[in-house]
C-alpha cells in the first residue's frame, strides 16, 4: 500500500460499517516499488466479513491521460485556426464549436451547444 493511503484504512472500515459498500480508487505499491492505481471495491456480508475486489487500473489511467492530452492538442489547434469549426455527430447535433464561432456569432456555450446543422449546409 501506498504511504499515503494507510490512513484511509480506518476511514474504509468505518465506511463499511455505516454503508456495507465501499468503492474507491486507491495507490498500492508493487513489490518493486513502483505504484499501481487500483479500483477497490469492498462489501460487507451479513456474517460480518468483508469480500473485496481489488482491479488495476494504471493502464485506463494511462489511456485517460493521454486522452485528456490529445483533446488540449486537438483544441488548441482548433482554436488557432482564422475559420469557424464545429464537431457534430452523423445526425448534425452539433457538440463542440472554437473559439472564432464565438466570436464570430456573438453567441455564448450554451445557446449554441446542440444546434443541428441545417440541411444541405
Do not use: C
Not at 27 to 35: H, M, T
Not at 51 to 67: F, K, N, P, S, W
Request: glycine content about 8%; charged content about 25%.
Amino acid at each position: 500500500m501506498a504511504p499515503a493511503e494507510v490512513p484511509r484504512i480506518g476511514e474504509a472500515l468505518g465506511a463499511l460499517s455505516l454503508n456495507s459498500r465501499y468503492e474507491r480508487e486507491w495507490q498500492l505499491r508493487r513489490k518493486d516499488g513502483s505504484l499501481v492505481s487500483a479500483e477497490v471495491i469492498a462489501t460487507q456480508m451479513p456474517d460480518g466479513n468483508l469480500m473485496g475486489v481489488i482491479r488495476d487500473i494504471t493502464q485506463r489511467r494511462h489511456a485517460e491521460q493521454a486522452l485528456r492530452e490529445q483533446e488540449a492538442q486537438f483544441r488548441t489547434m482548433a482554436n488557432s485556426i482564422p475559420q469557424l469549426a464545429w464537431v457534430a455527430k452523423a445526425d448534425g447535433f452539433i457538440t463542440w464549436y472554437n473559439d472564432r464561432w464565438y466570436e464570430y456569432t456573438g453567441t455564448h456555450t450554451r445557446a449554441s451547444r446542440g444546434m443541428a446543422l441545417a440541411a444541405g449546409a
